[in-house]
Every structure is written in structure tokens, then in C-alpha cells.
């Protein structure tokens, strides 16, 4: 009994020190590192095991890295993220991990430099004031599939060009909230528990040219929703809960292209509901339960090539006024071949 209490703890001891030198500094130690280093500046640490970034500082040839790939691993704390030494990195991926607190970011040296930042799925709630202020090249960060209910700390982006937070728990977006991204190009918050659109009373997104809201649970798209928007080129408001479109809630939207809104509970096309969208190419409509067309409902859309009418409640006898109609001129493709019965 003596002798298996002995051989226990001494499997326990190894256990213990195996778990504390499961970090970046281990890698070195060991010589693995070596084979770590791929031919176009990637470091690659993804798949290590790693429950620390001790050492990370130590990485030899750390001048030539330009992307640290530190995903699927098991992090839960940013301490010894220290980046100084790597005067060339634009690319941090920490995506897969466990990271909730991320408060360390803000004091970590060498972030300057990064364009790309991901931080994808993950446990991350809250995002602490500030805590981007040191990362004025930031282009691109991914917050996906984490546990963010708002966005509105991320002062200090002022370059940032894509933002993306699908798959967490958003409930409103405030609009307003992206001014401090002048340079925004792509905002994705699909997937999310959206229930209220909140336009922007001051100031223009004049860089936004993609909106994902697919996926969340909006009912109405409000008056001038996205009138602040002008460069928009594809709106995603597809698979939701809407019944009502607002009157001029697709006002100054007169670059728009591409619009999906099929999959939601759509009665009713108003009446000039689409007057602003001359350039409008594509517009899907279609798993609705759209009923009533008010006449000029499709007034704007004079370079429509595709509509989809499809699985709505539309009965034959209804005057769609599109096919070959002079007031869409340019239609090519005209799907409403299937309709609810």
C-alpha cells in the first residue's frame, strides 16, 4: 500500500510539473521551437498545449516574425505577453482559447505595429476602457464567438476597417457607436440576440460598405436606419423576425447593391419603400409572408436584375408590377415560380 502511495505521488509531482512548464519558454528549452518558424514570418504555436505565454519575449529570431499564431491552444491569461522584441509583427491570432479577461492587452509592449488581431472564440464578456489605445494600426479584429454584449469600449481604433462580432450577445446595435471607426468597412454582428436597430444621429460611416445583421431577432427596421450608411453596398437582414419596414428606412442608401431579406415575416411592400435604391441589383424577398404590394412599391429600382418573390403569400392575382415593366427596366431574373398556398 506504501509503494503505490509513493508511485502516486510521485505521478502526481511530474503531473504538477509538467502542467507549469507547459508554456512558450518550454518550447525553447527544449529546441522545439525550431520547428515552429514557417518560410513566410509565421510563428506557429497553435495545437502546443499551452496554458501560458511565458517566454514568449525569449523567442529567437524574433525580429523576422511578422504573424504569431498562438490558436487552439489552452490560454487563459495574457501575462507574458510581451511583443517589443518583434519589431515586425502585424499579426497576433489568440482565437480558440480561454481567454475571459483581456484587461492585460493594454499593457502589453509592442502592439503598435499589429494590423490584424484575433480573438475569436473565446470566453471574453467585457471589454475594459482603453484598453486599444496603444493599437492605432489596427485594421481588423475578430471578436467572434465570445459572450460581448457591446461593443462601445473599443475607443481608439481609429483605423479600424473590419469588425467583426458574429456569434455573441448583442442585443441592440447602436449605430452611434461606430463613429469612433471613421474607417470601417465591414461591420458583421450577425448571429447575435439583436432586437432594436438604433440609427446614428450625428456624424457619417462613410467607409461602411457591408452590414451583416443576418441572424438575430429584429422585428422592424426603423425610419433612416441606415441613412448615415451612403457607401453601402450589401445589406444582410436576412433570417430574422421583421414584420414592418418603417417608411424611409432604406433612405439615403442610393449606393446599395445587394439587400437579402428573405426568411423574415414581411405582410406588407409599402409604397415607395425602395424609392432610394437606384442602384440596387439584387433583392431577395423571398420565405416571407408578403401579401400586399401598395402600388409604387417598387418605385427606384430601375436597375434591379435579380428579385425573389418566391414562398410568399402572393396570390395570382396580384399585379407584381416587375416583369418586363418599363419602371424595372433591367430586370433579368425574376424568380416567383413558388408561393405558399
Known amino acids: 500500500m506504501r509503494a503505490i502511495l509513493r508511485a502516486l505521488f510521485f505521478f502526481i509531482l511530474l503531473s504538477t510539473h509538467a502542467f507549469a512548464d507547459n508554456n512558450v519558454q518550454s518550447l525553447i528549452d527544449s529546441g522545439a521551437i525550431r520547428d515552429c518558424f514557417l518560410g513566410d514570418g509565421t510563428l506557429q504555436l497553435a495545437y502546443k498545449g499551452l496554458q501560458s505565454l511565458e517566454g514568449l519575449e525569449n523567442t529567437p529570431q524574433a525580429q523576422t516574425i511578422t504573424l504569431i499564431d498562438l490558436s487552439h491552444n489552452q490560454i487563459s491569461s495574457l501575462k507574458g505577453c510581451i511583443l517589443k522584441n518583434f519589431p515586425k509583427l502585424t499579426q497576433l491570432w489568440l482565437n480558440n482559447n480561454n481567454l475571459e479577461d483581456i484587461s492585460g492587452l493594454g499593457g502589453v509592449d509592442g502592439v503598435q505595429k499589429l494590423v490584424v488581431l484575433n480573438l475569436a472564440h473565446n470566453r471574453i464578456k467585457h471589454v475594459p476602457h482603453g484598453i486599444f489605445k496603444n493599437f492605432g494600426n489596427l485594421?481588423?479584429?475578430?471578436?467572434?464567438?465570445?459572450?460581448?454584449?457591446?461593443?462601445?469600449?473599443?475607443?481608439?481604433?481609429?483605423?479600424?476597417?473590419?469588425?467583426?462580432?458574429?456569434?455573441?450577445?448583442?442585443?441592440?446595435?447602436?449605430?452611434?457607436?461606430?463613429?469612433?471607426?471613421?474607417?470601417?468597412?465591414?461591420?458583421?454582428?450577425?448571429?447575435?440576440?439583436?432586437?432594436?436597430?438604433?440609427?446614428?444621429?450625428?456624424?457619417?460611416?462613410?467607409?461602411?460598405?457591408?452590414?451583416?445583421?443576418?441572424?438575430?431577432?429584429?422585428?422592424?427596421?426603423?425610419?433612416?436606419?441606415?441613412?448615415?450608411?451612403?457607401?453601402?453596398?450589401?445589406?444582410?437582414?436576412?433570417?430574422?423576425?421583421?414584420?414592418?419596414?418603417?417608411?424611409?428606412?432604406?433612405?439615403?442608401?442610393?449606393?446599395?447593391?445587394?439587400?437579402?431579406?428573405?426568411?423574415?415575416?414581411?405582410?406588407?411592400?409599402?409604397?415607395?419603400?425602395?424609392?432610394?435604391?437606384?442602384?440596387?441589383?439584387?433583392?431577395?424577398?423571398?420565405?416571407?409572408?408578403?401579401?400586399?404590394?401598395?402600388?409604387?412599391?417598387?418605385?427606384?429600382?430601375?436597375?434591379?436584375?435579380?428579385?425573389?418573390?418566391?414562398?410568399?403569400?402572393?396570390?395570382?392575382?396580384?399585379?407584381?408590377e416587375a416583369k418586363g415593366s418599363a419602371s424595372i427596366k433591367n430586370l433579368k431574373y425574376f424568380l416567383r415560380t413558388s408561393s405558399r398556398t
Open 139 to 320: 485594421e481588423i479584429i475578430f471578436f467572434n464567438n465570445n459572450q460581448l454584449s457591446s461593443f462601445a469600449c473599443l475607443g481608439g481604433l481609429t483605423n479600424l476597417r473590419e469588425l467583426h462580432c458574429a456569434y455573441n450577445k448583442l442585443n441592440i446595435l447602436d449605430l452611434q457607436h461606430c463613429a469612433q471607426f471613421p474607417m470601417l468597412y465591414i461591420l458583421n454582428v450577425g448571429f447575435n440576440r439583436i432586437t432594436l436597430i438604433k440609427p446614428m444621429k450625428y456624424g457619417c460611416l462613410d467607409n461602411l460598405e457591408m452590414l451583416f445583421l443576418n441572424n438575430n431577432i429584429i422585428s422592424e427596421v426603423p425610419s433612416c436606419a441606415f441613412a448615415r450608411c451612403p457607401c453601402l453596398l450589401a445589406l444582410y437582414l436576412h433570417n430574422n423576425a421583421i414584420r414592418q419596414l418603417q417608411p424611409n428606412c432604406f433612405a439615403g442608401l442610393g449606393n446599395l447593391r445587394l439587400m437579402y431579406l428573405y426568411n423574415n415575416a414581411i405582410t406588407k411592400l409599402p409604397a415607395n419603400i425602395f424609392s432610394d435604391l437606384c442602384c440596387m441589383h439584387l433583392l431577395y424577398l423571398r420565405n416571407n409572408v408578403i401579401q400586399v404590394l401598395e402600388k409604387g412599391w417598387n418605385k427606384g429600382l430601375d436597375s434591379l436584375q435579380v428579385l425573389d418573390f418566391s414562398y410568399n403569400n402572393l396570390s395570382d392575382s396580384v399585379d407584381v
